[in-house]
C-alpha cells in the first residue's frame, strides 16, 4: 500500500518558517490550542492537493496564503508545500505518457508554489508540471479531486443537513459515479446537435429537388454533344500526349545542342585567349629575352678572353726569363766560380719570394704583369751584377723559383680555358632555346588560327538554335492554348493527358490530321451550345452527388441517433448497477460504524424518488444540473438518497430528532463508510470528534484504529482519547517570533514524559 511519508509547509500562511511534519505512523495527530495553526496544517494538505476554492483555503486571493510577517520575521513573497509519498512499488503512473516527468523513484513528491498575484505553480519530482498532471497523478493512487480524502467537522454536519438530492451527488461523487453523468450529459448533448443536423439535411435536401429535376431536362438538351465530345476526348488525349512528347523531346535535343555549342564556345574563348597571350609573350621574348641573355654571355666570355689573353704574354715573359737564366748557367759553367754573401742571396730570394706570392694572389691580370716585369728587371739586374762580383751566384734555385711562377700562370689558364668552353656551351643553348620558342610561336599561331574558325562555326551554330527554338516556342504557345480550350470544353482533366509519353518516332503530318478533326468537332459542338454543356453536365452530376451525399448523411446520422440512444441508455443502466452497488456497500460498513458508535442500532441509506420543485433555475445552474432519467423527469421526479436509523433502546428515528452528539457520530459512521467503500491512501480528519463525549470518543477511537489498517490517518483534534490512538503527536503552538511551531513526539514517549 501507498504511504503518505511528509508534508513541509514554507512561508503558508501562519508557518513562516520551513516546517516539515513526518507521517510514517498509521495514526499522526496534530494538536495545539485554538489559533495556533492547527487547521492551517489541513488547507496545506488541501493546496498542495490541487484545490482551486479560495473559500475552502479560508483566503480570497493568492496573497492571503502567504506569510505576512510578524515582530520577529520579515514577510514571503510566495509560500510553498510540497508532500512526499512513498513510491517504493512504483504504483504512480500518468494516463499519458508525453508529460516527461519520471516516476522511477522510491519518493514522489508534489509541490504547489503561490505568489502574491495569485500565479500558482506546480511541480512533480521537481520539474515544473500542470495541475492537470498533478490530478492525473493521484488519480492512479485512488486520490481524486473531490476532496472526500479530507473531512472537516462542517463536512460531517453537511451530509446531515442536505437534501435527498444532494446527498445523492455528494454518494455518486464519493463513488467515482460522476464521470458517468458528464458522459451522459455530453451523450445527450450530441443527441440534441444530431437530430438539429439531421432536420438541417432534410431541409437542405428538400430545397435541391426542384432544382435537381430542372437539371435533368437540361441534361437531355446536351445529351447529343456528349458522342462527339467523347471522340473529341479521344483525339485530345492522342494528339495532347505526342504533341507534349514533341515538345519535350525536342526541348531536350535543342538544350542538350545549346549546352554543348556553350561549352564549346567558353571552352575556345578560354584557348583563344590563352594562345594570344602566348604569342604576345612569344614575340616580346624573341625580341629581348634571348639577345639580351646571349649580349651578357658574350660580354662575359670576352672578359674572360682578356685575361687568358693577358696571361699568356705573361708566360711568355717568364718563358724568356728561364732561357735567360740557362745561358747564364751555361756560360757560368766555363767560368770560376762566383761567391756571394749569406746576405746578399738571402735579401735576392726573399725579394723575389715576396713578389711572386703578390702575383698569385691577385685576379687583375694587369697587376700580375707588372709584378713579372718587376721580376724580370730585378733578375736582370742581379745577372749584370753577378759579372762584377767576385763571389759566386746560385742560378739552379733561381730557375725553380721561376719555374714555379710559370706552373701557376699555366694553371690560371687552365681554369681560364674551362670558363670560356662553359659560357660558350651556355651560348649554344641560349640559341636552341630561342630556335625552339619560335617554333612554339609558329605552332601557336597556327593553332590559334584553327580555334577562331572553330568558334565561329560554333557561334553561327548558337544562332541556327536560337531560330530553332522560337520555332519551337510558337508550337508549344498553340499546344497550350488548344490545351487551355480543351480544357474548357471537356474537363480539366484534359490536363493530365499532356503528361503521357508516346514512344516511338513522332509523325507531324499526323498531328495537324489530328488537329484539324478537332477543330472540326468544336465548332459542331458550338453550334449545338455544346461548349457550356460540361457546366451542366457537372453541375447535375454535382447536384446528383449533393443529393446522395445528404441522402447518407440523414442515414448515417440516424444511425447516430441510435448509437448515441444506445449509449445513454447503457451509461444510465451501468450508472444505477454502479451507484446501487456502492449504495449497499456503503451500507454495509455504516452499520458496522453505527453499531460501533452507538453499540447497537441500525443505520442505512434508502434510494427515494422525490417530487421536482418547479422553479426558476438560473443558465449557471442548468449547465451544473445532473442527467436525470427519461422517464422520471416526464413523471417529476427525481432520485434522492434518504438517512434511516434506529438507535438502540430509542424508537428514535427521524434525524431532526438526534442530539447534537447522536447526530456528530451518525455523520461521521456514513462519512467513515463512504470513505471505506472506495478506501483513499490517507485520510485528513479535522475535528471530526470536536462534539463527542468522552464515552462516544472511545468509540470514535475505535473507528480510528479500524480505518487506520486501509488508510493512513492524520488528525487534527483536542480530544485526549483520540490522542491516544496515535502513534505520534504534533503540537502546533505559535512562538515569540509570531509563527506557527511544530513539536513532535511518539505516544510511548509521551507516556514515559508523563509519567
Same mark, same amino acid.
Do not use: T
Given at each position: 500500500m501507498m504511504t503518505l511519508k511528509s508534508i513541509e509547509l514554507s512561508s503558508f500562511k501562519s508557518f513562516g518558517k520551513k516546517s516539515l511534519i513526518s507521517l510514517t505512523s498509521p495514526v499522526t495527530c496534530v494538536v495545539g490550542p485554538n489559533g495556533s495553526g492547527k487547521s492551517n496544517i489541513v488547507e496545506a494538505f488541501r493546496f498542495v492537493l490541487g484545490e482551486q476554492s479560495m473559500k475552502s483555503l479560508r483566503g480570497k486571493g493568492g496573497i492571503d496564503l502567504i506569510f505576512k510577517g510578524s515582530k520577529g520575521l520579515a514577510s514571503a513573497n510566495r509560500a510553498q508545500v510540497a508532500i512526499i509519498f512513498d513510491n517504493s512499488q512504483k504504483i504512480f503512473s500518468f494516463t499519458n505518457s508525453g508529460i516527461g516527468v519520471s516516476l522511477d523513484y522510491d519518493e514522489v513528491t508534489i509541490g504547489r508554489e503561490v505568489y502574491a498575484d495569485g500565479a500558482n505553480k506546480y511541480s512533480i519530482n521537481g520539474t515544473e508540471v500542470r495541475l492537470k498532471d498533478v490530478v492525473d497523478l493521484l488519480a492512479s493512487v485512488n486520490v481524486g479531486s473531490s476532496g472526500h480524502h479530507i473531512i472537516s467537522q462542517g463536512e460531517a454536519d453537511r451530509v446531515l443537513n442536505s437534501s435527498n438530492k444532494d446527498r445523492r451527488i455528494m454518494i455518486e461523487d464519493a463513488l467515482g459515479l460522476k464521470v458517468y453523468q458528464y458522459r451522459i450529459q455530453e451523450s445527450l448533448r450530441k443527441l440534441d446537435k444530431t437530430l438539429l443536423n439531421m432536420k438541417e439535411v432534410q431541409a437542405l435536401r428538400r430545397e435541391i429537388a426542384p432544382h435537381l429535376l430542372?437539371?435533368?431536362? &437540361? !441534361? &437531355? #438538351? !446536351?445529351e447529343k454533344a456528349v458522342s462527339m465530345k467523347e471522340d473529341l476526348r479521344g483525339l485530345y488525349k492522342t494528339y495532347f500526349s505526342t504533341e507534349n512528347t514533341y515538345l519535350e523531346n525536342q526541348t531536350k535535343i535543342i538544350t542538350h545542342k545549346k549546352r554543348i555549342l556553350d561549352e564549346a564556345v567558353l571552352s575556345l574563348e578560354d584557348r583563344i585567349n590563352k594562345l594570344k597571350e602566348f604569342s604576345v609573350k612569344g614575340d616580346d621574348n624573341s625580341n629581348n629575352q634571348y639577345d639580351s641573355r646571349i649580349k651578357e654571355h658574350e660580354h662575359k666570355l670576352s672578359e674572360v678572353r682578356a685575361g687568358r689573353d693577358e696571361l699568356t704574354r705573361a708566360l711568355g715573359r717568364i718563358e724568356g726569363v728561364i732561357e735567360s737564366i740557362e745561358r747564364e748557367m751555361r756560360k757560368v759553367s766555363d767560368v770560376k766560380e762566383v761567391m756571394i754573401p749569406e746576405s746578399k742571396w738571402r735579401e735576392i730570394v726573399d725579394g723575389l719570394k715576396q713578389k711572386i706570392h703578390d702575383a698569385l694572389h691577385l685576379e687583375d691580370l694587369p697587376e700580375v704583369v707588372k709584378i713579372l716585369h718587376s721580376i724580370r728587371e730585378h733578375l736582370e739586374s742581379i745577372g749584370s751584377s753577378l759579372h762584377h762580383e767576385s763571389s759566386g751566384r746560385d742560378f739552379d734555385k733561381e730557375l725553380e723559383e721561376i719555374r714555379s711562377e710559370r706552373d701557376i700562370i699555366l694553371n690560371k689558364l687552365e681554369n681560364i680555358k674551362i670558363n670560356e668552353s662553359s659560357i660558350l656551351r651556355d651560348i649554344a643553348m641560349i640559341r636552341k632555346e630561342e630556335a625552339d620558342a619560335q617554333v612554339a610561336l609558329r605552332d601557336s599561331q597556327r593553332l590559334l588560327y584553327e580555334l577562331m574558325r572553330e568558334q565561329n562555326e560554333a557561334v553561327s551554330g548558337q544562332k541556327s538554335l536560337i531560330f530553332e527554338e522560337e520555332k519551337l516556342s510558337l508550337i508549344k504557345s498553340n499546344f497550350e492554348k488548344e490545351l487551355a480550350e480543351g480544357a474548357v470544353i471537356?474537363?480539366?482533366? #484534359?490536363?493530365?493527358?499532356?503528361?503521357?509519353? #508516346?514512344?516511338?518516332?513522332?509523325? %507531324?503530318?499526323? &498531328?495537324?490530321?489530328?488537329? %484539324?478533326?478537332?477543330?472540326?468537332?468544336?465548332?459542331k459542338l458550338e453550334d449545338n451550345g455544346g461548349i457550356n454543356s460540361s457546366e451542366v453536365m457537372r453541375e447535375y452530376d454535382e447536384t446528383v452527388a449533393r443529393d446522395s451525399f445528404l441522402a447518407k448523411e440523414i442515414d448515417d446520422l440516424g444511425k447516430s441517433v441510435e448509437h448515441c440512444r444506445l449509449l445513454i441508455q447503457e451509461l444510465k443502466e451501468t450508472l444505477d448497477t454502479e451507484f446501487k452497488v456502492g449504495v449497499e456497500k456503503i451500507n454495509k460498513q455504516f452499520q458496522e460504524f453505527f453499531s460501533t458508535m452507538f453499540g447497537g442500532g441500525s443505520a442505512f441509506l434508502s434510494v427515494v424518488m422525490d417530487h421536482k420543485k418547479s422553479r426558476k433555475i438560473s443558465k449557471e445552474e442548468m449547465e451544473e444540473a445532473e442527467v436525470e432519467e427519461d422517464e422520471q423527469n416526464e413523471l417529476g421526479f427525481e432520485r434522492g438518497i434518504e438517512i434511516n436509523i434506529t438507535l438502540p433502546q430509542k424508537k428514535v428515528k427521524d434525524l431532526h430528532m438526534l442530539s447534537g452528539g447522536e447526530r456528530s457520530l451518525t455523520s461521521i459512521a456514513l462519512l467513515f463508510a463512504i470513505s471505506q467503500v472506495n478506501p483513499p491512501p490517507f485520510l485528513v480528519l479535522d475535528e471530526t470528534d470536536a462534539a463527542l463525549d468522552e464515552a462516544n470518543s472511545r468509540k470514535y477511537g475505535n473507528m480510528l484504529e479500524s480505518l487506520s489498517k486501509y488508510s493512513q490517518l492524520i488528525v487534527v483534534t483536542h480530544n485526549r482519547e483520540t490522542m491516544s490512538r496515535a502513534q505520534v503527536l504534533y503540537g502546533v503552538t505559535m512562538d515569540a517570533s509570531g509563527a506557527s511551531k511544530l513539536l513532535s513526539i511518539a505516544l510511548v514517549d509521551a507516556t514515559t514524559y508523563a509519567k
Open positions: 430542372f437539371l435533368k431536362k &437540361q !441534361v &437531355q #438538351v !446536351v471537356i474537363g480539366r482533366e #484534359v490536363l493530365s493527358y499532356a503528361h503521357e509519353r #508516346v514512344e516511338g518516332e513522332i509523325n %507531324r503530318s499526323s &498531328q495537324e490530321e489530328i488537329l %484539324r478533326k478537332i477543330e472540326r468537332i468544336k465548332i
